[in-house]
């Protein structure tokens, strides 16, 4: 659980579990503040609610969560030294606080960067293979590409089917750029979904 607890990083929630040893009290009730948010995400995943379902869910009940512990924090940062571990976690969250609830807003986001950082994984293991890249047209091209590669795998689509299909057909119609994402194109073709064991 603790493990668990210090990989999750939002909203700043790595560094309040840092933070435990030297202010136990507070970064505790940050910790429990955060993990009522938590039980909202794990609530809508049980019951598998829709992105509406689930922005609506967020609205009701996490919206009120955030806006108390955006108060906490601010009455925080009065109270404790700023170069302190539970200083730093307080200012960390508030000087992050637009980004932290941004996720509220829709349905699709995510609470925590968990799913960037798994998808970044290969990227940063092989970084020292990609020094050279041949050029920075190079360098952006290969991030586009990993870009999309992520995004297939997230949503369990087969990278190299949908990339052949929309490399052909992304000129087409531009407006239309949006039905090409990979969670949208694999509605229309099904028979390109991979087993979640599945590895590329």
């Known amino acids: 659980m603790k493990r668990n607890l210090a990989k999750r990083d939002s ?19 940050a910790l429990a503040r955060i993990s009522q948010l938590y039980k909202i995400e794990r609530h809508a995943k049980k019951e ?16 009120p969560l955030l806006d108390e512990f955006g108060l906490w924090l601010e009455n925080q940062r009065d109270r404790v030294l ?7 976690a307080t200012s960390y969250a508030l000087s992050n606080w637009q980004a932290l609830r941004r996720y509220p807003e829709d349905g699709d986001l995510s609470i925590d960067n968990n799913i960037s950082e798994r998808a970044l994984r290969a990227q940063a293991v092989g970084r020292k293979n990609w020094t050279f ?4 047209n190079g360098g952006r091209t290969a991030a586009v590409l990993f870009s999309m590669i992520a995004s297939c795998k997230h949503n369990h689509v ?11 057909r992304v000129t087409e119609d531009p407006t239309r750029v949006a039905d090409l994402l990979p969670n949208h194109w694999l509605k229309t073709h099904p028979e390109c979904q991979f087993e979640l064991n599945r590895s590329f």
């Not at 700043?12 to 009730?29: C, V």
């Not at 598998?48 to 919206?63: A, I, N, P, W």
């Not at 890249?133 to 920075?136: N, Q």
């Open 11 to 29: 909203p700043g929630r790595r560094k309040f579990f840092d933070a435990k040893l030297t202010a136990p009290k507070e970064s505790h009730e």
């Open 48 to 63: 598998q609610l829709t992105s509406d379902q689930r922005r609506h869910l967020r609205q009701e009940k996490s919206v």
């Open 82 to 88: 700023p170069k302190s571990p539970i200083g730093q």
């Open 133 to 136: 890249v041949g050029s920075d």
């Open 158 to 168: 087969d990278p190299f089917a949908y990339l052949v299909d929309i490399l052909s």
